[in-house]
């Protein structure tokens, strides 16, 4: 039985925030229609094309177990059919520039007088204020949310993270709020308004950066290295390179093979309780109880000698040997992967975090299946719809229409 199973979704999401979920939902057994403009469909379908002729891996990746209708919802037809899909539907998703719903007159006030169990989910760059009507995407929001003014070194700029925060950061935001909407809705027979903006997600996730931000008024952060290095501190939260954000000196360090693999690299986080192990395994059991570097006090102003030591170990292992001492030791590392090394790890297809699935114009690609594991409730990752594949039987099948009745749908431009 899937968790979901029952709930109707009508999304009209695009490119990645909004897709991403919708794409949680349907892993959870909802039934999403996704909504695609006749012709042309959720533009990622072209972009980045690696597959002459097929639908892009970033439009793949984004759009699993959904059906595709197309739909063009400003021409009549189309809105009557939009109106009877919004009345058979629990969850309308969207993420659109802002005013476009009400463009097409399908605002939220339209929506609630059509289905009052409707709820309506919005992804927008920004919430209610000065940016509202601007339109996002993925780097302005990880800039306007606080994370691109925290990343990256001291001495660099401003630094954009390879996660996706802003987009699916934000998606994952909306299917909280969403799934805790139809709970509300079980008490109060009503739908809500559901808005997760791409500046709050990350704000949210930046939320230990605003944490520094206020205990600065209460001296440095000492647990930055610039602390150590004797580089005062400004108004606002540094950037902290490799800094581990837990008040625990971390860094990436080198680690065998380095000079030709640009990721034979470790984290590594001297963490109190784990020091003496640390000391004994990289062979320096005397600092073990020397009070130069015994406490983690004594240690601040010394962590790049300290960490130059590691790293001198490090470096004479490979990341996951790294890890195979250390972790039994219960010191903290992590080695860095690659891509590459995600694709090809065996224990992620096994747990079907990374999964292997086939599309009739593509073949066999890979993708990352559903990251959230409900054990009565199994995600079965199924391809991407091709752009309108489902359209008939959602139109016969959901609506009723007639076969004669889809012709007139055809011939008025509404689908196809
Ligand atoms: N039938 C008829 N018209 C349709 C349609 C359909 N099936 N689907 C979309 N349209 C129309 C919309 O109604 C809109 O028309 P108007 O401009 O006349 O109102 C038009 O297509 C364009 O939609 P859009 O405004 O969403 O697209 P855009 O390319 O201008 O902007 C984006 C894209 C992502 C910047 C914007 O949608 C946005 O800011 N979304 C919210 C934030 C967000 O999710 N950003 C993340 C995107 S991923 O990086």
């Known amino acids: 039985m899937e968790a979901l199973k029952g709930i109707k979704v009508l999304d009209f999401t695009h490119v990645q925030s909004g897709p991403t979920c919708t794409q949680l939902l349907a892993w959870f057994g909802a039934d999403v229609i996704k ?80 289905n009052p169990r409707m709820i309506m989910a919005s992804v927008k760059g920004f919430g209610p204020g000065p940016y509202e009507d601007c339109k996002v995407y993925e780097n302005v929001a990880q800039c306007a949310g606080g994370a691109a003014s925290t990343t990256g070194f001291l001495d660099g700029p ?27 809705r079980h008490e109060t027979g009503k739908g809500q308004r559901v808005l997760a903006a791409m500046q709050d997600g990350v704000i949210n996730l930046c939320r230990v950066k605003l944490r520094d931000q206020q205990r600065l008024a209460a001296g440095p952060l000492t647990e930055y290295s610039q602390y150590g290095e004797g580089i005062d501190f400004g108004e606002t939260t540094p950037r902290a390179g490799n800094d581990s954000g837990g008040g625990q000196p971390g860094r990436i360090l080198k680690c065998k093979g380095w000079e030709t693999d640009p990721n034979a690299y470790t984290y590594f986080i001297t963490q109190a309780a784990a020091w003496p192990k640390i000391c004994k395994a990289i062979g320096k059991s005397s600092w073990v109880d020397d009070p130069e570097y015994a406490t983690p006090n004594a240690r601040l102003t010394r962590l790049n000698e300290v960490f130059d030591a590691i790293e001198s170990w490090t470096m004479t292992k490979t990341k996951f040997e790294v890890m195979q001492i250390c972790n039994p030791l219960d010191i903290p590392v992590g080695p860095i992967l690659s891509m590459k090394e995600i694709s090809e790890e065996e224990s992620l297809r096994e747990t079907g975090t990374i999964v292997e699935v086939d599309h009739p114009k593509r073949g066999k690609y890979l993708s990352v299946g559903c990251p959230v594991k409900l054990s009565a409730s199994p995600a079965k990752v199924e391809r991407s719809p091709l752009l309108g594949e489902h359209t008939e039987e959602i139109l016969k099948g959901e609506l009723g229409y007639t076969d004669q009745e889809l012709d007139e749908i055809l011939n008025s431009g509404a689908v196809g």
Not at 63 to 84: A, Q, Y
Request: aromatic share 6%; net charge negative.
């Open 35 to 114: 909504v695609e403009r006749p012709g042309s469909g959720d533009p990622t379908r072209g972009q980045l094309v690696d597959v002459p002729g097929a639908d892009s891996l970033y439009f793949t990746m984004l759009n699993h177990n959904k059906r595709s209708l197309t739909l063009n919802t400003k021409n009549e037809t189309g809105k009557g059919i939009l109106e009877k899909l919004i009345k058979t539907c629990d969850v309308l998703v969207e993420n659109f520039a802002p005013g476009a719903m009400e463009r097409m007159g399908f605002g939220w006030e339209e929506i609630q007088k059509l």
């Open 158 to 184: 401003p630094t954009v993270t390879g996660a996706q925060i802003g987009d699916s950061g934000t998606g994952l935001h909306l299917a909280l709020g969403i799934v805790t909407a139809l709970y509300q």
